[in-house]
């Protein structure tokens, strides 16, 4: 696609459930960023990906949240037992070679995620 | 710990006027700076960044920023501001020391609103 797409775009789920959210990078993005985004603030770094590797997840605010991109491309966030305060819009973003540092991220339009 | 204050929740403007959006930043070694825009429902869109060089950026949709190294600013600016222009801003800062991957840290956003 042209653009790094994010699913589902809303999803509600019951405290304790578990929850997968997809997000599917520009073609040839090398880097692959994950935020979350709770209302009214900026975007809070989780999680960083280059190719496949995993080399950031400082991020991460509890071992129920895990993040993977098996073969580099698209990448998925999952958390397990959600709870109330996991409630925010997850954004995902992704960044050509050589620019994931100086250049511009390309953000999909985010995952909100209610947990009610 | 890197960080970046936007002073402003809101800025109020009327069509035509010159605007500015202010950001103030904390890095320990030197800043690399950005400005993103959010529309309502839509992910981050990149606007400009600061790496090296002229302290004026200018960037997409007639923005500019001004980065200021003695008092740590990083403010955007638009000589004529449109109503099309009103969205959430959001100014963000890495370390450049190092090299390869660090993370990028975002502020709390300022939304602003341009009155016709």
């Known amino acids: 696609g042209a653009g790094v797409s994010q699913s589902p775009r809303y999803k509600v789920a019951k405290r304790g459930q578990d929850v997968a959210l997809r997000c599917d990078p520009i073609?040839?993005?090398?880097?692959l960023f994950w935020y979350q985004q709770a209302l009214g603030q900026g975007p809070e770094f989780l999680t960083y990906?280059?190719?496949?590797?995993?080399?950031?997840k400082s991020g991460l605010p509890s071992d129920r949240f895990f993040a993977e991109r098996p073969e580099g491309s698209v990448s998925t966030l999952k958390i397990q037992r959600t709870q109330q305060e996991d409630s925010a819009v997850y954004l995902c973003a992704s960044s050509p070679p050589g620019q994931g540092n100086t250049g511009e991220l390309f953000f999909g339009e985010g995952s909100r995620l209610t947990v009610l | 710990a890197q960080s970046v204050a936007q002073p402003e929740d809101q800025v109020n403007v009327a069509e035509g006027n010159p605007l500015t959006v202010k950001c103030t930043y904390s890095?320990?070694?030197?800043?690399?700076l950005f400005w993103y825009v959010q529309y309502p429902n839509r992910g981050l869109q990149f606007l400009l960044k600061?790496?090296?060089?002229?302290?004026l950026v200018k960037g997409s949709y007639g923005f500019e920023a001004e980065f200021n190294k003695s008092q740590t600013s990083f403010h955007l600016k638009k000589p004529s501001a449109l109503v099309s222009d009103s969205a959430l801003y959001f100014c963000a800062v890495r370390d450049s020391r190092g090299g390869g991957y660090q993370k990028v840290t975002f502020g709390t956003g300022t939304k602003l609103q341009v009155i016709p």
């Open positions: 990906f280059q190719n496949e590797a995993q080399l950031d």
């Open positions: 073609s040839g993005h090398v880097s």
């Open positions: 890095v320990s070694g030197n800043p690399y």
């Open positions: 600061y790496i090296t060089g002229d302290n």
